[in-house]
């Protein structure tokens, strides 16, 4: 059974202080890797897909890597506006049924 | 474009009635998955659908069942509600290629349902 398990659960920084999320998991064969950003009361907004190990992409502050046992999503110089939970997931047995880690709940005070 | 759209957004039920969920997907994107997310269990995968037949079931009970129609909009509806199922439900589209090992999802606003 696929398990996808995220660290810290809640993070709480100072505006311009970096830090890196981590996101590991257990699966028979690694078909991808998904990062989303979830606001309070709304859905889950796409940030990301790694396919390979090795692998990385930027979107503003943000950075995704992938290894062959976890992914870090890397926060540069964080603004108050990046406050959300972060929730990563991976494609089990159909591309379109994704197991979710728990989330990390990040707050980025000003 | 428009996004993946729900409706209602809020709904509250009592116990032992039924409830009807809608989400039109994307524009174009022929799959349609339907997720519920609650602070205990976070999201977990219900079913997918595909050309209007299920493709995929999570681990759910039979009270929980769904439809796609032929414009790939898509229905999910619970019958006989505990208070359990109070969760935000989740609609996610995708293009739904043809032995795709991957398929980026784009989430709907949710459902908060609230059963009391």
């Known amino acids: 059974e696929d398990q996808v398990t995220q660290s810290p659960e809640a993070l709480r920084l100072q505006e311009g202080e970096s830090s890196s999320l981590n996101c590991s998991y257990t699966?028979?064969?690694?078909?991808?890797l998904f990062w989303y950003r979830q606001d309070p009361g709304k859905g889950p907004e796409f940030l990301f897909t790694?396919?390979?190990a090795g692998e990385e992409k930027e979107k503003e502050r943000l950075k995704a890597t992938l290894t062959k046992k976890e992914s870090f999503l890397h926060i540069t110089a964080p603004k108050p506006e990046d406050s959300a939970t972060y929730l990563c997931?991976?494609?089990?047995?159909?591309?379109?049924?994704?197991?979710f880690g728990s989330g990390t709940q990040l707050t980025v005070l000003p | 474009k428009a996004g993946v759209t729900q409706t209602p957004r809020y709904l509250i039920k009592t116990r032992g009635q039924q409830v009807t969920l809608s989400c039109s997907p994307i524009?174009?994107?022929?799959?349609v998955s339907w997720y519920q997310q609650t602070p205990g269990q976070g999201l977990q995968f219900l079913f997918e659908?595909?050309?209007?037949?299920?493709?995929n079931k999570g681990n759910f009970p039979g009270r929980f069942s769904g439809r796609q129609f032929s414009n790939s909009r898509s229905e999910m509806n619970v019958s006989t509600l505990e208070l359990g199922d109070s969760a935000l439900y989740l609609c996610?589209?995708?293009?739904?290629?043809?032995?795709?090992?991957?398929?980026?999802?784009?989430f709907g606003p949710g459902t908060r349902l609230t059963v009391l």
């Open positions: 996610a589209s995708s293009w739904g290629l043809a032995g795709a090992s991957t398929d980026t999802q784009y």
């Open positions: 699966v028979s064969g690694l078909r991808g």
């Open positions: 790694l396919y390979s």
């Open positions: 997931a991976v494609p089990g047995r159909s591309a379109r049924q994704l197991t």
């Open positions: 524009s174009g994107h022929r799959s």
């Open positions: 659908y595909f050309s209007e037949t299920q493709r």
